[in-house]
């Protein structure tokens, strides 16, 4: 079993002190975001196509929900690895579904490319455990 920490400190504002929590959220050891549609190895003509994500042992909820196990999408695509304990960028590489939507419309260049899916809690930051696909690769004529 995964342990989730509280890193804790105090910062003073307008004299009164106040903690301050740098925790990532927790989610279920058994949660796992995936990829419906494309498929490790999809050729996709023309470049344009949908993007089907799909969650399971947790909800889907909007960026600012604070409940409990949900979380929404967002996808990297041509990304290195990121810091679990900083929020998701936010750039052409690092796209943010914060609406809760579970498929998208993505157009990519001519090329093989990279695709994984992570999922964020309220504030965009990866929960602990992580909650992230398998990468894919996808080759785009």
Known sequence: MQK???????ALVGGT?????????PAPENAHVYFIWPQDGTVINGGKFWVRMGLRNMGVAPKGVDLPNVGHHHLLINA?????NEPI???RNHLHFGA???E?????PPGKHT???MLGDR?????????????ITVIVR
């Open 4 to 10: 989730a920490y509280v890193l804790a400190a105090l």
């Open 100 to 102: 809760g939507e579970t």
């Open 17 to 25: 002190i106040f903690p301050v929590t740098n925790a990532a959220t």
């Open 115 to 117: 695709l994984q899916l």
């Open 104 to 108: 998208a419309r993505v157009e990519l």
């Open 123 to 135: 504030d965009h930051r990866p929960h602990n455990p992580p909650v992230q696909s398998k990468k």
């Open 80 to 84: 290195g690895p990121l810091d679990m």
């Open 89 to 91: 960028p936010s750039d």
